[in-house]
Nanobody
Framework: QVQLVESGGGLVQAGGSLRLSCAASGSIFRVNDMGWWRQRPGQQRELVAWITSVGTTNYPDFVEGRFTISRDNVKNTVYLQMNSLKPEDTATYYC?????????????????WGQGTLVTISS
């Protein structure tokens, strides 16, 4: 079994910063790509940031350089530094990872999600 556990959400004022963390644990052979998604009230889940196993990152346009994703491959942890937060960033943020659990099948990746962490930005 593989678990992803997020932390770091909370309430901040507009213009503030938050750093989210997500640690993968369990029967892990290798973690491939990792990412952060969010779901705003009444809307579909959307990609916020993505990072490959070698550190290549990808962001949608609405991030506008405000967010930075990073990872620690030793700790199987991914981070999301969020700066210049806006009220419209209010959402539940979810961690996602592609995880191989069996060394006999090193590229058989399972897609796993965390439980989500709530981020609320006040105006």
């Amino acid at each position: 079994q593989v678990q992803l556990v997020e932390s770091g959400g909370g309430l901040v004022q507009a213009g503030g910063s938050l750093r989210l963390s997500c640690a993968a644990s369990g029967s892990i052979f290798r973690v491939n790509d990792m990412g952060w998604w969010r779901q705003r009230p009444g809307q579909q889940r959307e990609l916020v940031a993505w990072i490959t196993s070698v550190g290549t990152t990808n962001y949608p346009d609405f991030v506008e350089g405000r967010f930075t994703i990073s990872r620690d491959n030793v700790k199987n942890t991914v981070y999301l530094q969020m700066n210049s937060l806006k009220p419209e960033d209010t959402a539940t943020y979810y961690c996602n990872a592609e995880v191989a659990t069996d060394e006999r099948f090193p590229r058989r990746y399972l897609n796993r999600w965390g439980q989500g962490t709530l981020v609320t930005i006040s105006s």
